[in-house]
């Protein structure tokens, strides 16, 4: 009898690489549940998904299982997210507790496939290794910022772009092969094998009541250990970044390019859905990137927004003209530019496109430039006035307007 990793033990990344027998020897042999065991003990646990939406687990389990026609499971192992290497660091380790977690969830729901898709970022010896011998098929997709997302991903699955679709058509009722299918991020998966294995109790030994389990971070910026960590849900974000040693920090974009900005005074907070509220961010993709007193908060958000509009899927107004204009005008504040309407417009074009797009992109692009706007309205007004506070910017200062 294999004995489960303790609360506070390294639950994820204590793996053994493509070793599937020190795997074994590791965390146990995977139980056969059937699909009423299974979405008992995922939604006992309060299993929320780990790839930015934080939908519950139990509740896409559930809707596929409804469907009339044999499902098919996805593993999303697009890391299209520049400042994340989570799912990379999960799949190179314990590549096993992915695809036990896609296994466990096929064999409950009788699926027609099972599927782990992985992006260019992914280094391809462990997980192909690892999947050698296991009922699942591995492919390989061209990645991109919007390639993760759940509609996106079922069409490059199907050989089309990889772009969002309509999204009143769920990928739970006509997916790949126009059948039923589940899309779990890797680090959810790896989570359901557990929580397979060890039960919902075992789960809950960590993490908050109301928000269980632990999750994987990606540390990145100015800290003296970046890399990829794994905390409680609901630790203080001054807690998650220790491991890291941050050196001078003044703000941490919580969530990634889609997040929004926490200052360094308010590191106590917890990174619960409820206390990042007041910032208008949330965990999301467990992104955690400090930036230091000496870099300009408005360039690097300027280089961000810039990326962002050049990522979209360019289906729709919002991405067309909205992220453009948004990027060109926060260009123009980040070098000097001594127009006093560029805030206003800027705020402006966020609320625009907010909720008007064909995903979620617009939003999230959005929202990080209104928390740009709102945490460093000191280096705004700086700039509106041709100079800049921070010791070490890329960009000429005192453009005429």
């Not at 400042?83 to 466990?104: C, F, I, M, T």
């Not at 955690?288 to 509009?309: F, I, K, Q, W």
Request: net charge neutral; proline share 7%.
């Amino acid at each position: 009898m294999t004995t489960a990793p303790s609360a506070l033990a390294r639950r994820l990344l204590d793996g053994a690489g493509a070793d599937h027998e020190a795997h074994v020897a590791r965390y146990g042999a995977l139980p056969g549940l059937r699909l009423d065991d299974l979405l008992a003990a995922v939604a006992d646990s309060g299993l929320t998904g780990r790839g930015g939406g934080g939908f519950p687990a139990a509740t896409k389990v559930r809707a596929v299982a409804q469907g009339a026609r044999r499902p098919v499971v996805v593993g999303n192992g697009i890391e299209g997210e520049p400042l994340s290497s989570k799912d990379a660091v999960l799949l190179n380790r314990n590549p096993h507790l992915v695809l036990d977690g896609l296994e466990v969830l096929a064999r409950a729901l009788h699926a027609k496939r099972a599927i782990l898709a992985v992006g260019p970022e992914i280094e391809p010896g462990p997980v192909t290794d690892a999947a050698r011998r296991r009922p699942v098929h591995l492919v390989a997709l061209a990645g991109g910022f919007v390639a993760g997302q759940e509609t996106a991903l079922v069409n490059g699955l199907n050989g089309q772009a990889p772009l969002p679709r309509d999204p009143f058509t769920r990928v739970t009722e006509s997916g790949v092969d126009d059948r039923p299918t589940l899309v779990l991020n890797v680090e959810t998966l790896a989570q359901i094998a557990l929580v397979a294995r060890y039960g919902a109790t075992w789960f809950r030994s960590a993490g908050l009541p109301d928000d269980p389990g632990t999750s994987l971070f990606t540390i990145s910026g100015s800290v003296s250990r970046p890399g990829v960590i794994e905390a409680e849900r609901g630790a203080r974000l001054s807690d998650a970044l220790a491991p890291a040693r941050p050196v001078r920090p003044a703000a941490v974009l919580v969530g990634g390019y889609h997040g929004a900005w926490v200052p360094a005074s308010d590191l106590g907070a917890r990174l619960t859905r409820a206390e990042l509220a007041p910032y208008s961010a949330s965990v999301g993709t467990g992104i955690l990137h400090v930036l230091d007193t000496e870099t300009c908060p408005l360039d690097l958000s300027a280089d961000v927004m810039d990326y962002l509009a050049r990522q979209s899927a360019r289906q729709c107004g919002p991405c067309l003209n909205g992220l453009p204009r948004m990027a060109s005008d926060l260009h123009r504040l980040a070098v000097g530019v001594r127009d006093p309407d560029l805030p206003n417009e800027l705020e402006r074009m966020a609320a625009l496109v907010t909720g008007r797009g064909a995903c979620a992109h617009p939003d999230g692009s959005a929202r990080f430039v209104a928390s740009t706007l709102r945490v460093f309205r000191g280096h705004v007004a700086a700039h509106l006035e041709g100079r800049c506070p921070s010791a070490r910017s890329t960009r000429a200062r005192s453009v005429a307007s």
